[in-house]
């Protein structure tokens, strides 16, 4: 009896929204750690990790724009002085953020803005989509500025709900480390800033008596946090009087260059390929938002209103003189100012929930106009507009469409696990030059070997996986050498580009690998549909040939 009692208690445990919320950050947690190292380095993965490895054991950084902002090397830099360095270390802490997203739905929970089924779809969404999987084990910088972004936003929510300097520090803070971080954490404070601006003038929110003082710490903790990673903890101070506009200069001339270009619908197709089902959901929520059947309900019924109100042969009416009501003046912009930064009035009461979709909606569909617009096209920024996505598509989450979204949720974990599972090369959009798991075979062929030239200058991630005391072995060039300078050196190894590589090499024996690869978007474009089911694309790539010396007794 006692046990049937337990289990009892158990399962209404498991089951209950606690239970339910616990079950998935679990999930979130295997999804993200699981077999972190299962592929190699991207090609941007090594040349972070090599920075960051650069900085720890010879202490040399310097901002440049092109590899976006100093948080990254540093807080990885300072996790291979305590774990080692490693593929899978260095993606420790993109893991440990991309998990982090979904415990902090949890306060967002508390202040009434998500009710119970909202969050937890919400949280399962965060934790199987296949984006926030994938770049979740992934060294680049986006994940980490969705996590300041949820920061940003939890610290925001708290702070005109308790009126307490605390949440000032923890916006600030994330603020700066966003901007200490990537470019485009400005987009996000931008989008977050005209809406509570919005909020302010309607009387929504309501400043606390000392907001200035909160402003105040608040923006000098961000700057703080910007000037001592942006100078190198004091080492380039100069960086903090010209960063900024070299940052909008090299970006500028990116967007123009279009290096990475795609048509503005290009992250519409990456929604489609692997979230479908929380981008039409997120369609159904502003639908819903907007309140389409109530619209076309009233229309009706102003339309059977006309029809039955007698015409101008019906009977007169009595002509009645109703005294209106005095009109409660308006106060003026100015006297509206005054009482707004005293921080005087009382906020409106407003729907929490709808005011929070209405906030995604607006996140939502600026992000989609900022990158359809931003001429650089990478897989990786489709998580600045997958995230407010999911908080519209959880909104007015009925339990009919909770389990729409919940069985909706095997399609998105089957995506994740081919993306970010398959021990192989993936045709995918989602992944862009990519190094491939071919390099695993010229990595055996260069331990196997004394001396090994490099002959080209396509040759990352090599001096990332040959780092420290395994680099002597390899002898770069920036490109093909003489057949003289090979066989005076010796080497039994020789790595040229398949575009600028040796006929033969007397006594060495050729073998073609691939060194990464990305999905052509320009030689399937033609065929998207059907690419969509097969999942059989062309893919572009870059080839090495490796050239290995036959010593006596082999066979050429």
Same mark, same amino acid.
């Given at each position: ?111 009434? *803005?998500?009710?119970? %089924? ?40 708290? *702070? ?21 971080? %990537? ?90 390929? *692997? ?7 997120? #369609? ?85 106009? #900022? ?82 030239? #490099? ?24 490109? %093909? ?20 590589? *040796? ?54």
């Amino acid at each position: 009896m006692k046990a049937a009692t337990f289990a009892a208690g158990f399962r209404e445990r498991l089951l209950s929204f606690e239970g339910l919320f616990l079950l998935i950050f679990l999930a979130t947690i295997a999804l993200r750690f699981y077999t972190l190292d299962l592929k190699l380095f991207h090609h941007d993965e090594a040349i972070h990790a090599w920075f960051s490895y650069r900085l720890l054991t010879e202490g040399t950084y310097a901002y440049d724009p092109m590899y976006h902002g100093p948080f990254l090397y540093y807080t990885t830099a300072g996790i291979f002085s305590l774990l080692g360095d490693s593929d899978l270390v260095g993606r420790l802490l993109p893991a440990l953020l991309g998990t982090l997203l979904v415990p902090l739905l949890y306060p967002i929970y508390r202040l009434g *803005y998500l009710d119970k %089924k909202q969050t937890l779809v919400a949280a399962l969404f965060l934790a199987v989509s296949p984006n926030m999987v994938y770049f979740s084990r992934f060294l680049r910088n986006d994940i980490f500025i969705a996590f300041f972004t949820m920061v940003l936003l939890v610290a925001l929510l708290y *702070y005109f709900e308790r009126h307490k300097v605390q949440y000032a520090i923890i916006a600030g803070a994330a603020i700066g480390f966003g901007m200490s971080t %990537k470019e485009n954490m400005p987009i996000i404070v931008l989008i977050f800033g005209v809406y509570l601006l919005y909020l302010i003038w309607t009387g929504k929110v309501q400043l606390p008596q000392r907001w200035i003082r909160d402003l105040v710490v608040g923006g000098l903790i961000a700057v703080g946090i910007m000037a001592i990673f942006y100078s190198s903890f004091g080492a380039h101070p100069e960086v903090l009087m010209d960063g900024w506009l070299r940052a909008i200069e090299h970006w500028t001339s990116m967007h123009q260059a279009q290096r990475l270009g795609g048509p503005p619908y290009f992250y519409i197709l990456l929604f489609i390929l *692997y979230e479908v089902p929380i981008l039409i959901l997120a #369609v159904v929520g502003v639908l819903q938002f907007i309140d389409i059947p109530g619209i076309v309900s009233r229309w009706k019924e102003r339309r059977m209103e006309q029809r039955e109100s007698p015409g101008e042969e019906g009977e007169e009416e009595a002509i009645q003189v109703i005294e209106t009501p005095a009109v409660e003046q308006k106060p003026g912009l100015r006297d509206r100012l005054r009482e707004i930064l005293s921080g005087g009035g009382e906020p409106r009461v407003i729907d929490r929930q709808k005011e929070f979709a209405r906030f995604a909606i607006f996140w939502m569909v600026l992000s989609l106009a #900022v990158y359809a617009y931003i001429g650089e096209k990478v897989p990786w920024l489709i998580l600045h507009q997958l995230l407010p996505m999911i908080f519209v598509a959880v909104y007015l989450m009925t339990t009919k469409k909770a389990v729409i979204a919940t069985v909706a949720g095997i399609f998105l974990i089957a995506m994740t696990l081919h993306v970010a599972f398959t021990p192989a090369d993936i045709n995918e959009p989602i992944v862009q030059v990519q190094n491939s798991e071919d390099l695993r075979e010229v990595f055996a062929k260069i331990d196997a070997a004394d001396r090994v030239a #490099v002959a080209t200058e396509t040759y990352w991630p090599l001096p990332w996986y040959y780092r420290g005391d395994h680099a002597a072995k390899l002898s770069y060039y920036s490109q %093909k050498v003489s057949d003289s300078t090979i066989y005076g050196s010796n080497f039994d190894l020789v790595i040229t580009h398949d575009a600028d590589t *040796y006929p033969v090499l007397e006594g060495y024996t050729m073998e073609t690998y691939r060194l990464n690869y990305w999905f052509s978007y320009e030689e399937n474009k033609d065929r998207l549909l059907e690419y969509y089911f097969l999942r059989d694309g062309k893919v572009g790539s870059r080839n090495l040939e490796v050239f290995s010396k036959v010593h006596p007794g082999m066979t050429a």
